[in-house]
Nanobody, 126 residues
Framework: QVQLVESGGGLVQAGGSLRLSCAAS????????MGWFRQAPGKEREFVAG????????NHADSVKGRFTISRDNAKNTVYLQMNSLKLEDTAVYYC???????????????????WGQGTQVTVSS
């Protein structure tokens, strides 16, 4: 019904920046809340950031506030995650997700998101 493909991951030095992209196909995602999650080895998947359908409401995890910024371009059916001042602990697989239930509300629970991308690896080195 909807396919999400993340890109932009890679290896970056601590303090550097990286921009992740999530391209949606099969269905327009402009009317739905989108989110970014990450999962490090041996840890559970955690919420990183989310954005409402219009972009008017965002929600960022405390661990990334002031460093990461989520945005969206509905004309391109794409969601972005700008990652600045990267730290070693940011190393993880980053997943894009869409909620077909929520529009204005930005939930942090993974259970609120029904479709997921395959993930893109972000590795931060010293």
């Amino acid at each position: 019904q909807v396919q999400l493909v993340e890109s932009g991951g890679g290896l970056v030095q601590a303090g550097g920046s990286l921009r992740l992209s999530c391209a949606a196909s099969g269905r327009t995602i402009s009317l739905y809340t989108m989110g970014w999650f990450r999962q490090a080895p041996g840890k559970e998947r955690e919420f990183v950031a989310g954005i409402s359908w219009s972009g008017g409401s965002t929600n960022h995890a405390d661990s990334v506030k002031g460093r990461f910024t989520i945005s969206r371009d509905n004309a391109k059916n794409t969601v972005y995650l700008q990652m600045n001042s990267l730290k070693l602990e940011d190393t993880a697989v980053y997943y894009c997700a869409v909620s077909l239930r929520d529009r204005s509300f930005v939930p942090r629970s993974p259970d609120a998101y029904g479709y997921w991308g395959q993930g893109t690896q972000v590795t931060v080195s010293s």
